[in-house]
């Protein structure tokens, strides 16, 4: 899309590449906030409804925070309009987050109104920002429209209790991601195609790779509290010592080579808006969600390393791991084009561990994940 003619609050298209603001950077603390809700959300509910209700939340922060980097990769944060809107989004997001642990309880209506007031608000904004003339216009006036017809049943489930909120929130939330997926098909107004929403691949890239970051810095901090909080032994700081290589490899796999090979394709690729949608609004979300449980497991292998593992360690070690890697493989067929079987022999060696998982401890289950991350990183390195 020709944004050439624009004006008022918009990006300038021929000032180079685009760079992360102080703002967005200010803006993201909100999340770092909302990842360790999530965090402290799942280990409090260590069940296969708290692991769901975790995910489905980590969903809806996930799409508030996507859909605010992509409004930013069009809109100048820099300009007081704009500024103030992600001023307010910031606060909205802030109150999304601190509903979190009561999202399905007390606070349900809470969560949703500030939800809903974070995507119709931004995107309210855009287009009575842009008016009707603008090539955006169209684009923006589809989204509306996806996101008031989600927004309905949002607050409709925040008042309702039990069965019918979750029943109406997950049609909300498959009303909202399938949106992207159905380019905005909306009766009166047709469809978007991906080639119109062009945007600059560098920034929406660090912008994606900053909430990686966010996520990986959960995951110390989680380790570096349990640590302090217990007393420390030969097997606790072997424990954390695991527990940060392990992290430490998570980084190595995305950042080593593939974040930056990617951001070069996606800067010169002649349909970077279907990069942007498959690749970074899609497919980083498992790589999130797998780095949010494996920080829950570096918490539990840290605080009781020698016991037996259990249902729950098994699952966010080895499943954690197994999801991050599977979100990093779509990530890179989606760019590349090409399946990484290197990945593919991690999973399968992550799931082989399953069995041997209840017969070991903790710490010796999570030392046979964090090894095979590293040999994965080793052999991504080489093969470069």
């Known amino acids: 899309m020709d944004v050439s003619d624009h004006g008022g609050p918009l990006r300038t298209p021929d000032s180079g590449e685009q760079r992360v603001t102080p703002l967005e950077l200010f803006f993201d603390l909100v999340f770092v906030f909302a990842v360790t809700q999530l965090s402290h959300l799942l280990l409090d509910h260590l069940s296969i409804r708290g692991v ?71 995107t309210a904004f855009a287009v009575l ?33 039990g069965g019918a909120r979750y029943v109406l929130w997950l049609l909300a939330l498959a009303v909202d991601y399938a949106g992207p997926v159905m380019r905005y098909r909306t009766p009166g107004l047709g469809s978007s195609r991906t080639e119109e929403w062009t945007i600059e691949g560098t920034h929406f890239a660090e912008r994606c790779q900053l909430f990686i970051i966010i996520a990986l810095g959960e995951s110390i901090l989680v380790t570096g509290t349990t640590f302090g909080e217990i007393e420390a032994s030969a097997v606790t700081v072997c424990a954390f010592v695991v527990a940060f290589l392990g992290s430490v490899a998570l980084w190595w796999i995305y950042f080593a080579r593939s974040a930056e090979a990617a951001r070069e394709v996606f800067t010169s690729s002649e ?18 969600a797998g780095i949010i449980a494996a920080a829950a497991a570096d918490e539990l292998s840290v605080a009781h390393p020698g016991e037996p593992a259990r249902l729950a360690s098994i699952t966010l070690t080895l499943g954690g791991t197994a999801l991050f890697l599977s979100g990093h493989a779509l990530f890179k067929w989606a760019v590349f084009g090409m ?20 017969v070991i401890p903790t710490l010796a289950l999570s030392g046979a994940a964090g090894l095979i991350m590293v040999h994965l990183a080793v052999w991504e390195t080489l093969a470069y």
């Open 52 to 122: 769901l209700e975790t995910l489905f939340l980590l969903l809806a922060v996930w799409w508030a925070w996507v859909y605010t980097a992509w409004f930013t990769n069009w809109f100048d944060p820099d300009r007081l309009p704009v500024r103030l809107v992600l001023v307010a989004v910031m606060l909205a997001s802030l109150l999304m987050s601190v509903a979190i642990p009561e999202a399905f309880g007390e606070r349900g209506l809470m969560f949703a109104l500030a939800f809903v007031a974070i995507q119709v608000g931004r």
């Open 339 to 358: 399946l990484p079987w290197s990945h593919v022999v991690a999973v399968a060696a992550l799931m082989a561990l399953i069995p041997v998982g209840f």
């Open 271 to 288: 349909d970077p808006g279907r990069l942007g949608r498959s690749a970074y609004t899609y497919f980083h979300l498992p790589m999130v």
């Open 129 to 161: 920002t842009l008016g009707a003339s603008h090539p955006l216009s169209g684009t923006f006036w589809r989204i509306l429209a996806w996101l008031v017809a989600a927004g309905v049943l949002w607050v409709a489930g925040g008042l309702l209790e």
